[in-house]
């Protein structure tokens, strides 16, 4: 048996789309373009995320995961990554076809975003109370001392220790875990309602990876904000989605309510990365790995893209692109899919 | 604290082997001090009287602790030609060359930053390629050339402006100009590299997503981090501007330092050619650890941790 575990939750929440959606994206398309070509990266991409909810959004590096992300902040890396298709809504409100200063409006106020590398992701030459005094006052209207305070505030529910003297703290004065500390109070001070958390974990020793976690869970239940989880690992996933969608090679394979997603999982894909994480209680033998390789995406497969990998592809698997087919709270895209056995 | 003083402990044995470089090679280079000092009609008796006279007989280590005995007790001496005090020829030309070469350095940043700026905010516009392309001419133009063509121009064709004399507004324009040429290309390709360097970092990808407007991250975020390169090498400019005022003052006539030590050079002056040669090389040492202060200033990781 795996070593993972679903974790129960106080008040458990009911799955998904009974409550009011935050965050909409369908069929987002995002192509990078280089000097000589232009290919998707992000194809099709459906996602929703509902207040007080906490969706994970996994998949291995480089499928289209962190830029679905940045897409939904408008913060795609100018003249390189482009979305050229689809709809990104937040409560209802187009964001693709928003004004540039409207959307500002939105960033950290309605929708936040923690990244993935702390040590790169703070200003060298600011203070962090500075920076978080100047974010804060740049969507409140308030005094210095004001912003301070909040700033403080949210320093502490971040759980940074010392935060009131911490405001003077020149980023290099603190470590990674501190960092990312100061990110998430950044990211919670103006009490958004959706926060986009990217790898957020990553970068960390594992042993302050549990206790960040743990923390932006903590936030995002008392504050009921949706929460759009990225990571590729599944040990983070099991601890706190609420929901999960896999994403492969830019799209999405399949999505499911935390518990039967890894209960019972039903792409291909899926299982083999479920089947690929390592069992504890066995201490020999060689770790299982989901065969084949990841197709470029400037020549993708025609047909299924999980087919090259695919143990039990058809003919059919090849010649035509699945759809993703929904089922109540789930949706999967594969047209043979195999009850899921542990290797 | 302990990094000053390492500092200040380098300064000090740059400037010792730099002086004994400076008075060895003066020295070495030949010919005669007499030939300067002395009417072509005095006697070798006399000449040989005259070098007794002044130590230029005795064994060079010697002359050389002699000498700096002297400077370090504060009279470094006389000139040879004309018998002024080296004291009074360093503040004279001093001031004037502080005047030139603190021009210089002003339009080296005043110039080179906001073209920098520009350039990087306006990336691949025909604005930005244009100052481009001019910076890297303007680096590959050596300067004694680039004086000349400026004399021909603006003095001699258009008859804008003198081409020589000192030390009003108009004869310093040419002659700042030319000396701060190479550093503004400098500046600006460094500006917009580091600028943009700084727009694509992570922590202004942070700052955007803190709903800050682009404008501001730009003049506070972006520029502060951009200007770290530059400051900290602005006192390497320093060394710069020093070495091309030998060129530059001698082509427009400004009596400074440079002109002064050419002259010296010329004419056999030892006093004065060894006394202006360590001047310039205390100006370049005080540039190098100028520019390491202005890095420690500018970037908070290098001050002393609280």
């Known amino acids: 048996m795996n070593a993972i575990a679903v974790g129960s939750r106080p008040g458990e929440v009911p799955s998904g789309h009974d409550r009011s959606p935050l965050l909409e994206i369908e069929d987002l398309r995002i192509s990078i373009a280089s000097d000589a070509s232009s290919f998707e990266v992000v194809k099709g991409v459906a996602l929703t995320v509902c207040e007080n909810e906490i969706v994970c959004l996994v998949g291995e590096s480089g499928c289209g995961k962190s830029m679905t992300a940045l897409s939904v902040m408008g913060l795609l890396p100018r003249g390189i990554a482009e979305v050229t298709g689809g709809r990104i809504a937040f409560e209802g409100q187009s964001l693709l076809s928003l004004q540039k200063r409207e959307l500002r409006r939105l960033r950290a106020d309605s929708i936040s975003m923690i990244f993935q590398d702390p040590i790169t992701s703070l200003d060298p030459v600011f203070t962090i109370g500075s920076v978080l005094e100047e974010v804060i006052r740049s969507h409140r209207d308030v005094s210095r001392t004001e912003a301070r305070e909040i700033a403080v505030r949210a320093l502490m529910e971040a759980e940074l220790p010392d935060a009131a003297d911490r405001l003077d703290s020149y980023p290099h004065q603190l470590s990674g875990g501190m960092r990312q500390r100061v990110m998430i109070a950044l990211a919670i001070a103006l009490d958004p309602k959706l926060l986009i958390a990217d790898e957020p974990t990553t970068a960390l020793d594992v042993t302050v990876q549990a206790q960040i976690l743990e923390n932006l869970r903590e936030r995002q239940r008392e504050r009921e904000m949706g929460m759009l989880l990225i990571t590729h690992d599944l040990a983070v996933v099991a601890s706190v989605a609420d929901r999960v969608a896999v994403m492969y090679a830019g799209e999405i394979v399949e999505e499911a309510p935390v518990d039967e997603l890894f209960s019972d999982p039903q792409h291909p894909y899926t299982q083999g990365l479920i089947r690929a994480l390592p069992d504890i209680s066995v201490s020999k033998g060689s770790l299982y790995s989901i065969p084949g390789r990841v197709p470029p995406p400037q020549v993708p497969p025609p047909g299924c893209l999980f087919a090259p990998r695919c143990e039990h592809a058809l003919d059919l698997c090849w010649e035509a692109s699945p759809e993703l087919s929904r089922d109540g709270a789930k949706s999967l895209r594969c047209i043979n899919a195999q009850p899921f056995e542990i290797g | ?306």
């Not at chain 2, 402006?161 to 030319?178: D, M, R």
Request: net charge positive.
């Open chain 2, 1 to 306: 604290m302990k990094r000053t003083a390492s500092r200040l402990a380098y300064t000090v044995i740059v400037l010792f082997v730099s002086s004994i470089a400076v008075f060895y090679a003066i020295r070495l280079s030949g010919g005669d001090a007499t030939a300067a000092a002395l009417p072509g009609s005095a006697t070798e008796e006399f000449r040989e009287e005259f070098r007794d006279r002044l130590g230029l007989n005795e064994p060079i280590y010697q002359q050389y602790f002699t000498y700096m005995g002297r400077i370090l007790s504060g009279d470094p001496g006389n000139s040879l030609t004309n018998n002024k005090a080296l004291t009074d020829m360093l503040t004279e030309h001093g001031r004037n060359s502080l005047i030139l070469g603190g021009t210089a350095f002003g339009l080296v940043f005043l110039v080179g930053i906001p073209l920098g700026i520009l350039a990087s905010l306006r990336r691949n516009s025909w604005a930005d390629q244009g100052i481009m392309s001019l910076s890297t001419v303007a680096m590959a133009v050596p300067n004694f050339w680039l004086a000349l063509l400026a004399v021909w121009l603006f003095a001699s064709t258009l008859g804008w402006l003198p081409s020589a004399g000192c030390c009003g507004t108009k004869q310093l324009i040419l002659p700042a100009v030319v000396l701060a040429f190479e550093g503004i290309a400098l500046t600006v390709r460094m500006t917009r590299s580091a600028m943009i360097e700084s727009q694509n970092s992570d922590y202004v990808r942070t700052l955007r997503a803190g709903g800050l407007s682009e404008w501001r991250i730009t003049c506070k975020h972006v520029l502060r981090n951009a200007l770290i390169p530059i400051i900290s090498l602005a006192g390497l400019r320093i060394g710069q501007i020093v070495g091309y005022a030998l060129i530059v003052e001698t082509i427009f006539g400004w009596p400074g330092l440079g002109q002064v030590l050419v002259n010296a050079v010329l004419r056999r002056d030892y006093p004065v050619a060894q006394f202006f040669s360590l001047v310039l090389v205390a100006l370049v040492v005080l540039g190098n650890w100028l520019a390491d202060t202005g890095y420690t200033i500018a970037n908070p990781r290098l001050r002393k941790s609280t």
